[in-house]
């Protein structure tokens, strides 16, 4: 069982940044591909960004695109999200996720079926 415990939530201006940050435990963390999703208020979770289990392929939504930037370290047992140039839109709860299957982040609502789930950070954008 893998748990997951994001980080870095807060509240920024807009063109303002944060990095947000996953630490894992409980399972192989360079066994999971790793995502990232995101939640609005009455919205459906919606992917945002994933990395391979070594950290060399990396998938964009369209949204995020240019402005964010996922990485991950092994030895750390965590994943990061850097976000920059954020917009009011980008307002949600962010969300870590953990999948054996890279290619599943690919898919039509990736967000159905993941393996395993953090609970969750806050990010708030102002304009």
């Known amino acids: 069982q893998v748990q997951l415990v994001e980080s870095g939530g807060g509240s920024v201006q807009a063109g303002g940044s944060l990095r947000l940050s996953c630490a894992a435990s409980g399972g192989t963390f360079s066994s999971y591909a790793m995502g990232w999703f995101r939640q609005a208020p009455g919205k459906e979770r919606e992917f945002v960004a994933a990395i391979g289990q070594s950290g060399g392929s990396v998938y964009y939504a369209d949204s995020a695109k240019g402005r964010f930037t996922i990485s991950r370290d092994n030895a750390k047992n965590t994943v990061y999200l850097q976000m920059n140039t954020l917009k009011p839109e980008d307002t949600a709860v962010y969300y870590c996720?953990?999948?054996?299957?890279?290619?599943?982040?690919?898919?039509?609502?990736?967000?159905?079926?993941?393996?395993?789930w953090g609970k969750g950070t806050l990010v708030t954008v102002s304009s």
């Open positions: 996720a953990a999948d054996f299957r890279y290619t599943k982040y690919a898919q039509v609502k990736p967000h159905l079926g993941i393996d395993y």
